[in-house]
């Protein structure tokens, strides 16, 4: 069966670093696009950042533009988000996924960023 499971958060200071990594198994990995999305409390789940299939080209929500970058390993099975100059804004559950919703959600990294 489909499984997302995320990886790597953690308690930071502002302006830190983290990367999250999310192992999928269960589908054709390399021939899907992938995401990272994030849920903070009391808010909706909003797409943070894309990868194409191949790797070859990536979009990014524009409040984390320049600060994280999206990557993946299709040997691995595994999509990364390196995230730098961290911000208390960015903390939230970070979850990886195809598509929203497109698969079953994993349980999520949490990413709590302290000012």
């Known amino acids: 069966q489909v499984q997302l499971v995320e990886s790597g958060g953690g308690l930071v200071q502002s302006g830190g670093s983290l990367r999250l990594s999310c192992v999928a198994s269960?589908?054709?990995?390399?021939?899907?696009?992938m995401g990272w999305f994030r849920q903070a409390p009391g808010k909706g789940r909003e797409l943070v950042a894309a990868?194409?299939?191949?790797?070859?080209?990536?979009t990014y929500a524009d409040d984390v533009k320049g600060r994280f970058t999206i990557l993946r390993d299709n040997d691995k099975n595994t999509v990364y988000l390196k995230m730098n100059s961290l911000k208390p804004e960015d903390t939230a559950t970070y979850y990886c996924?195809?598509?929203?919703?497109?698969?079953?959600w994993g349980q999520g990294t949490q990413v709590t960023v302290s000012s």
């Open positions: 269960g589908f054709t990995f390399s021939t899907y696009p």
């Open positions: 990868i194409t299939a191949d790797g070859a080209e990536s």
């Open positions: 996924n195809t598509g929203p919703g497109a698969m079953p």
